[in-house]
């Protein structure tokens, strides 16, 4: 393993010692690059570019391989995101079944457009080419789980229903976000509704 270079090693000592636990967890060759690139996502929320380099140098691969498993996965981002992430599925079978509408209730109610994340830092809106959830269109993803048969109303609920528990964990009322939580049915760790416990996952090859 080569040495890194001592700028990166003084301004990032953090990040280093969280990706050499990672490696440590998963080992270091090329077939554990995929889990340490999910879990530092889930970590740090992005993948960025000291991160692809130190993530090569420890698995003994170039920064090139790094970065084009990150630009392959659109769930692996290399910006900050939002405390939700939202893909919205735009193939022909979600868009043949209303994804459009979906679209538009998405945008109109967190104010920004795909691509963009919330000024409040609640949610990134992203689009997704594909999910592998074309017999449950429209679908989209919250969080990488899987959301199956969406309708407009029900994105609003949703947007609703996380941006108030968001609040409520930001004003340290973690209370009432949980109770404002269980009354709208029980929730997964990510926050998205249980409808979701039957529904297939996100493929790891979308």
């Known amino acids: 393993m080569t040495m890194l270079p001592t700028e990166v090693v003084q301004d990032n000592a953090d990040l280093i010692e969280a990706i050499d636990a990672l490696v440590a967890r998963y080992g270091n060759d090329r077939s554990a690059l995929i889990p340490i690139l999910q879990e530092l996502r889930q970590q740090r929320r992005q993948i960025s570019d000291v991160a692809m380099q130190v993530v090569a140098n420890r698995l003994g691969i170039t920064p090139v391989d790094v970065q084009g498993v990150v630009t392959f996965y659109h769930f692996l981002d290399t910006k900050p995101t939002g405390t939700h992430v939202i893909h919205l599925c735009r193939t022909i079978s979600c868009a043949m079944a209303g994804m459009e ?106």
Not at 107 to 130: H, K, M, Q, R
Request: with cysteine; proline share 8%; glycine share 14%.
């Open 101 to 206: 509408s979906i679209a538009t209730r998405l945008e109109n109610e967190l104010g920004i457009s795909f691509g963009e994340t919330t000024p409040d830092g609640f949610f990134t809106l992203e689009w997704a080419n594909c999910i592998g959830m074309c017999a449950t269109a429209p679908a989209m993803l919250l969080n990488r789980q899987a959301l199956p048969r969406v309708t407009p109303d029900e994105a609003s609920e949703l947007v609703a229903r996380l941006r108030a528990e968001c609040l409520a964990q930001r004003s340290g009322n973690g209370a009432n976000g949980a109770a404002h939580g269980s009354a709208h049915g029980p929730a997964d760790g990510n926050g998205a509704p249980d409808r979701t416990s039957g529904a297939s996952g996100p493929p790891t090859g979308a």
